[in-house]
């Protein structure tokens, strides 16, 4: 026990204060009557009793000492030591990553930091109130500030491990914006410390407490699972052999022995028995997989002889891969020649490019090639030349006529281009600022198109110099300015620019959906969301409603891995992003389909493959001011977990309510003592009182028998 | 009557007391025929009763009448007429100088009032106060208003009774002022028994020996043993230090809800020993409380005990 106001206690000297009254008291107050005569005879019956006199006398003085003494502990502010975390304003934050979900815990990590938040929360005061907050990829809060147990436990109860890792930082940030807010909060981070913390921190270190749960560092991951065509087919050619390429790193620090068994559509295809040293990693290669084959799945088993295998986390024993053919991707070039943009196109892979000269365009032959994007250089088709289906995107460079989409309003000497979104996605890894360019295209485009770079030299509004937009799902661009009249082929960003540009025009049907995504990652669905497999439908936002009801019912379905569907309506995409719809729900770790309403649907998987939460050894916090919990190294925190003991913190608990109640407990005692002849007297009359009420009632009952 | 008296007693009251008179529970040895009627038989104008002669018979006293008729000599008896002295004794030790109201104010006035009585009666009245001034027991300091007879010397008695204050008494002299001594010392101061009425609290181990003494000289005897209503029932709380006011050593005491209702019961046997002393030596014992009303003594009690008719 200790003091918060040690001072207090030289109150002490009370102590002998009251002695030195009671002293002085015993002085009796003296009282001359007739005589002592008849008290002297009682008194020699009394003789009987002085020692219980003295004693009654004494009492008193017992119990004013102990009186003062408890007061005096009262007002010295005692604490004990009480363990658990004290806090009227407590944050939970929940490190929810998939190493959370290692099997060392109670029985998993997660659960370990839900039994010990619960129990801080049961010892919470009375009026304290809880906020719970899940950091998964990104943390969500679960409850806010809520003094209601029931929820709280509800909340910790439902928690459940993501698949990927944890944004702890934004964690921290809602944390401690809710901590500031709070008198008297404290914020509790429950986490195997497999986490990126900042070391800068705006938290107080004195409010954050770690709670690490986890002990044990084994494990082994599939780290990398591929399905690729095998090197001898790189030319693309139908009907070539595919390869399977995966690897497993053992995390452990002993030697394991893991069988690898390698699915193609169910199957097995291929077991490998690993022996992987610790920290290190094999891989295995499985070539001549069927090329039909679509989907492969690796699997870590347990030991060829059968004997337990010290894997503590199931998350990344099991993984998965597509196939994903690069679709031919069929560009007309209707122009004069340009060996720039036909380099370019060519490097793209499955490009199959059509070159066309301007007078052999006839609308008719443009119209009815089944080609996904048209490129006029330097060319201005005539209005019925432009494509109007869907499936056919247009990009015009250095259009010298106006036509449909833009109005050619004059000419721009030496333009300066400059990207007016910096990070926009077309843009990426291209370098604008050592681009020159003789001339361009001054354009008034259409309204739904974008501008992407400008003319920094000219004044505001500034003309267009690339510009993309999306037309009842048709997709366009307009670049203003010839390549011949610029050295931007000569730049490295060329091909970039190209690649992204034609990328965007004409992604493909299935180009839109990767083969593989991170956990947590969102699915981008863009462009022309195909209701039929001939194409011709509309899903976006200005399209036909009653056409588009009837020929989409279902909308884009999403089977999950666990079976569940989620249904994306294309109603529902995002107004600023018209025909572009997400699905972000990718936490499950497994295979998703993607069902356009065909029938056929496209797969795609999510691996955890993370090497943070791999490696599932539990760590010290990155950030040196947060208080270790009870275990320090490692080891010693592995054994404490691995007892079942909770970490506990220490919290100075205020006991000076208990001793101000005792205190009052005493004075009244105190109180009865000294003045309990009155109360028996009391006592007994109301005693007589009742018993001579009880007899009158007694008499009237049997005078009215 | 001056001031005093007149505060003493009103006229109305006075004229009261003369409806009461004294009556005598045993005849007193008297050298003189007085008005008052005793058991006794002696000389004496009514008839009581015949006895046979007997050697040493006043020949005067032979009802010849009787020995014409039987032949045979016999004495008449008569009903002896006595003057009976009444003796107010009042304890002034100073415990009697004490309580709400006073014990001795309550035993003056009660003195006054019985002696006034015994004067209308044409009894012979003396009073005294047991404890000389000086707090020494000498007879010549002896506080004695001395026997008088007649209405007339009423006032004398209560100026005398009114005049009795308490003394301090000095347990240091030698002898110590007891009642016994005080009472003995009154006792030697007069030959004749008479009808005492006693006014004391009885504080005091020795007052059972002194009534003794008095008692066994034939003496009527009747007690009135004043008490202050805080005798009775202390109203005290708490540790005091009791203090006696004769010189007694001191008491300490936790006076509390036990300790009263101890004191209470004692008191009460107390009282009760005394009842049963006096009872067995025919001795009138009345206890009182000061704040009984005078005249509810007068009127009610001490005709009651057959002190008063």
Known sequence: ?705 | MDQTDERFFSESFLRRLESLALQFRSLAKSQLQGERRSARRGHSIEFADFRPYTLGDDFRRIDWNAYARLERLFIKLFIAEEEITLHLLIDNSPSMDWGEPNKLGYAVRAAAAIGYIALVGLDQVTAAALFPSDGRNSESSFARFPPVRGKRSALRMFSFLQSISAVSLDPSSEPAPTPYRGLSAYAAAFSRPGSIVLFSDLMDDSWQTAVSLLRSRGNEITIIQLLAPEEISPSIDGDYRLIDSEGRPEIEISADYQTLQRYQSHLQEWQASWQSYCQSRAIAYIPVSTLLPLEELLFAWLPKQGVLR
């Open chain 1, 1 to 705: 026990m200790t003091f918060q106001n040690p001072a207090a206690l030289w109150l002490a000297f009370l102590f002998p204060l009251i002695i030195l009254l009671y002293l002085l008291k015993l002085r009796r107050e003296e009282r001359t009557i007739s005589s002592t005569y008849l008290w002297r005879r009682m008194v020699q019956d009394r003789q009987a009793n002085a020692p219980w006199q003295r004693l009654q006398r004494n009492l008193l003085l017992f119990l004013q000492l102990l009186f003062l003494l408890v007061l005096i502990l009262a007002i010295a502010q005692p604490t004990r030591e009480a363990q658990g975390i004290h806090s009227r304003a407590l944050v939970l934050i929940f490190d929810v990553s998939a190493s959370m979900a290692a099997r060392d815990g109670s029985p998993t990590r997660l659960d370990s930091a839900r039994q010990q938040a619960l129990q801080i929360v049961e010892d919470l005061p009375a009026d304290g109130r809880v906020t719970v907050i899940a950091a998964g990829i990104s943390p969500r809060t679960l409850v806010s500030l809520s003094a209601d147990r029931r929820l709280i436990r509800q909340a910790i109860d439902q928690l459940q491990v993501g698949a990927g890792g944890s944004d702890m930082q934004s964690a921290l940030q809602i944390a401690a914006a809710i901590a500031q807010r709070q008198a008297d909060a404290q914020i509790v981070l429950l986490s195997d410390g497999n986490i990126d913390l900042p070391d800068r921190s705006q938290i107080d270190p004195s409010m954050l407490h770690f709670i690490p749960v986890g002990s044990r560092s084994e494990n082994q991951a599939i780290e990398l699972l591929t399905l690729q065509p095998s090197p001898s087919d790189q030319t693309g050619v139908a009907n070539a052999s595919l390869t399977i390429f995966a690897q497993i790193a053992n995390y452990s620090p002993e030697p394991v022995k893991r069988r690898v068994v390698l699915y193609a559509d169910g199957a097995p295809v291929n077991v490998a028995d690993l022996e992987i040293a610790p920290n290190s990693e094999e891989s295995i290669l499985a070539s001549g997989v069927l090329s039909s084959t679509r989907l492969v799945e690796a699997r870590l088993l347990a030991n060829t002889d059968g004997s337990p295998v010290p894997d503590y986390l199931d998350l990344d024993d099991r993984a998965f891969a597509v196939a994903r053919p690069s679709e031919p991707l069929s560009i007309t070039l209707v122009g004069n020649g340009n060996l720039f943009l036909e380099t370019a196109l060519s490097l793209i892979p499955g490009v199959q490019l059509t070159l066309l000269k301007p007078e052999d365009v006839q609308s008719s032959s443009l119209t009815g090639l089944a080609t996904s994007l048209v490129i006029f250089d330097q060319v201005t088709p005539d209005p019925a030349d432009i494509p109007e289906s869907n499936a056919q995107a247009t990009l015009f460079i250095a259009p010298l006529q106006s036509s449909a989409f833009f109005t050619v309003t004059g000419q721009i000497a030496l333009p300066v281009p400059v990207a007016i979104e910096p990070i926009d996605p077309i843009l990426e890894h291209v370098e604008l600022s050592g681009v020159n360019i003789l001339d361009a295209s001054e354009l008034t485009l259409a309204p739904w198109f974008k501008p992407i770079i400008e003319d920094a030299a000219s004044p505001r509004p500034r003309p267009p110099l690339l510009a993309i937009g999306e037309n009842d799902g048709q997709r366009a661009a307009v670049l203003a300015f010839s390549l011949n009249r610029s050295d931007l082929p000569l730049q490295v960003a060329f091909p970039i620019l190209f690649s992204q540009l034609i990328g965007w025009l004409a992604p493909g049907q299935t180009g839109r959906i990767p083969a593989s995504l991170p956990p947590g990652a969102p699915l981008v669905l863009t462009g022309n969301l195909p209701t039929d497999p001939a194409g011709g439908g509309i899903a976006s936002q200005a399209s036909n409603d009653s056409a588009r009801d009837e020929e989409i019912p279902d909308g884009i379905r999403i089977t999950r891995p666990d079976g569940s569907v989620a249904r994306l309506d294309p109603q529902a995409a995002d107004t600023n992003h018209p025909g572009e719809l997400i699905f972000a729900d990718t936490i499950q770790l497994g295979v998703y389909q993607v069902d356009f309403g065909t029938g056929d649907s496209i797969p795609f998987v999510v691996n955890l493959f993370s090497p943070e939460e791999s490696r599932i050894a539990p760590q010290e916090m990155a950030i040196s001011n947060i208080p270790a919990a009870a275990g320090i190294n490692p080891g010693e925190q592995a054994e404490t977990a691995q007892n079942g003991a909770a970490h506990e913190y220490t919290y100075p608990q205020a006991l000076w309510r208990w001793a101000a109640g005792l205190a009052l407990i005493i004075l009244l005692i105190e109180w009865l003592v000294h003045f309990r002849s009155t109360v028996i007297r009391l006592t007994q009359q109301a005693l007589h009182a009742s018993g001579q009420a009880l007899g009158w009632f007694k008499l009237r009952r049997r005078k009215a028998q």
